[in-house]
């Protein structure tokens, strides 16, 4: 049976098939430009995490300057720099990953193979033990001043540290779209850096992050321009441009340079460590690993010196603010003090020791040593390297002045040099202490402090352990007419108080003293440490 469409159906049919056949082939091209405009959205996005980069690594490169610049030679700018460098370049793979599994993995591995990679120049041995020389160099710079001797150990810091802040910097660029935020991440870094920073270096190391933060602003505002317009000039008219504004920056530069010279900029700290004494940092002895420290052949028992506190503010006594010593180079001779006559001698071997500072003798001569540079500090006594921190198997020998007898004392009729007198600073001494030197012998100075120093360790009780506390006159007075009853430093710091109450100049020594003999030679370690009064006889 044959069926015959009504004229408007028909019409209305024909119509439809006449648009198909024109829209042919067009869903296919929508399709493939819908394609083409999401690769062209991938690239713009790619081209502005790259600007966004160059801006960020400014700053990083900048707190690569000032981290760097804690320790010794011009490599550790560079390790630093790279490492951060690498860092925003871990940013930018994880940027691009496929999924977030694949970016984390980008994230940890990247970041720990930057601080691997800076210990390769040290040798490939070294990569293995990364994590133990890291270590072993962050327990080291507790007790060593900058600038720090770059070991492997510190070289692989340097990468971890610097590849989080680059990675961190980018990512917050990258990522989060927060580019002004990521230009500032890295200041902190550097800030802290900059306390450590040598002061000869500060000013210098100040300007280039300054400058450099500059650039970085530079770069970032035009990057953040061309979002806001649409349109964005070439990258290479942009580094053209940034050229043209260097001879600004060169002026921009001297004019830092000039208020920094001026104290406007830098100005000099209301605290400054350098300039004001110093309360001792100890550490229990339960919380000391056993170990050999170091070993000396010699006919003398000790005491071994490491230093003194010869600041009395009242209350407690301090390390003397080492920007006041009187550091000098020991020179090719060895002879640190050529008004000593010669006396005794002893060869120490190091060991276990930590720090700088090297254990030496009462009243040293002279130092022989074959490796790195000595200083000798005519203020306390300290032998210490110029840079860095100590080595196991240093050998050195010291010569110091023979101790006098007490006749020798007796016969001391002088009264102390201008230099020693700041050692005779102390408040109004209490009523025992007065009743005490009232009873003392006069016939000299020796006797009378031979008196003093005897009665307390004879009258007063040691108990407890011998770490540095607080020590008034009023504590004094509970020692030798009260309690009676006293620490070990508590004990040595009367001793020195009541030599100053008599006139005579002292200090607080501290070191070591006796030890272990094995196979001929004492074997010193941390339960060997001891404080003893030091006082100054002309």
């Known amino acids: 049976m044959s069926t015959t469409l009504d004229p408007d159906l028909k019409d209305l049919e024909e119509q439809a098939t006449a648009h198909l056949e024109a829209d042919a082939g067009h869903v296919e091209a929508d399709i493939e430009g819908a394609g083409a405009e999401t690769v062209v959205f991938d690239e713009r996005e790619s081209a502005n995490d790259v600007r966004y980069a160059i801006a960020v690594g400014f700053p990083v490169i900048a707190t690569a300057v000032m981290v760097g610049g804690v320790f010794s030679g011009s490599s550790s700018r560079i390790y630093a720099a790279v490492a951060g460098i690498l860092g925003i370049a871990v940013a930018l793979g994880a940027k691009r990953a496929r999924n977030a599994t694949q970016s984390y993995i980008i994230i940890a591995v990247g970041l720990f193979a930057i601080g691997l990679l800076m210990v390769v120049p040290s040798g490939l041995g070294n990569v293995t033990a990364a994590g133990q020389l890291a270590s072993e160099a962050a327990r080291l710079g507790n007790v060593t001043r900058p600038p720090v001797t770059l070991t492997p150990g510190w070289q692989a810091i340097i990468g971890w540290l610097m590849g989080v802040v680059g ?32 002061k000869t270096s500060q000013t210098a190391s100040g300007i280039v992050v300054l400058v450099l933060f500059a650039i970085g602003l530079g770069v970032l505002s035009t990057a953040t321009a061309g979002d806001v317009e649409g349109e964005r000039p070439p990258l290479a008219y942009e580094l053209r441009r940034a050229l043209r504004a260097v001879p600004l920056l060169a002026v921009i530069t001297v004019a830092l340079y000039a208020l920094a010279q001026a104290d406007i900029l830098f100005p000099h700290p209301l605290i400054d460590p350098t300039q004001q004494p110093q309360k001792p940092k100890t550490v229990p002895l339960s ?76 009243n040293t001569v002279g130092v022989v040593a074959k490796g790195p540079k000595l200083a000798y500090d005519a203020r306390n006594g300290n032998i210490r390297l110029s840079q860095g921190a100590v080595q196991a198997g240093l050998q050195y020998t010291v010569v110091a002045a023979a101790l006098p007898n007490e006749d020798d004392l007796r ?82 710091a009367t001793q020195a108080l009541l030599a100053r109450w008599a006139g005579i100049p002292s200090r607080i020594g501290y070191g070591f003293d006796g030890g272990e003999e094995v196979g001929g030679r004492l074997q010193v370690r941390p339960r060997h440490g001891a404080t003893f009064v030091e006082v100054y006889f002309p």
């Open 167 to 198: 990675f961190g910097a980018a990512w917050v660029a990258v990522a989060l779209k927060r580019a002004p935020l990521a230009l500032l991440a890295p200041l902190p870094i550097a800030a802290i850096a900059g306390i450590s920073v040598p």
């Open 287 to 362: 919380e000391v690993k056993d170990r050999v420290l170091f070993e000396v052949e010699s006919v003398a028992t000790g005491p071994w010196r490491i230093g003194s506190l010869d600041v009395y503010d009242g209350r407690d006594w301090r390390l003397p603010p080492f920007g006041q010593n009187r550091l000098k180079d020991v020179p090719a001779s060895g002879i640190v003090d050529p008004d000593l006559a010669r006396g005794v001698r002893a060869t120490f071997t190091v060991a276990g020791l930590d720090g700088a500072v090297l254990p030496a003798l009462p």
């Open 411 to 492: 016969a001391i009729t002088k009264s102390a040099p201008a230099d020693v007198r700041p050692f005779l600073k102390v408040p109004a001494p209490p009523a025992a202490v007065t009743d005490l030197i009232a009873r003392a012998p006069k016939n000299s100075k020796w006797d009378e402090f031979n008196f003093l120093r005897t009665y307390a360790l004879d009258n007063v009780t040691a108990s407890g352990a011998g770490r540095p506390s607080s020590v008034t006159p009023e504590r004094v007075q509970d020692l030798l007419a009260g309690s009676k009853e006293g620490s070990p430093f508590e004990i040595v």
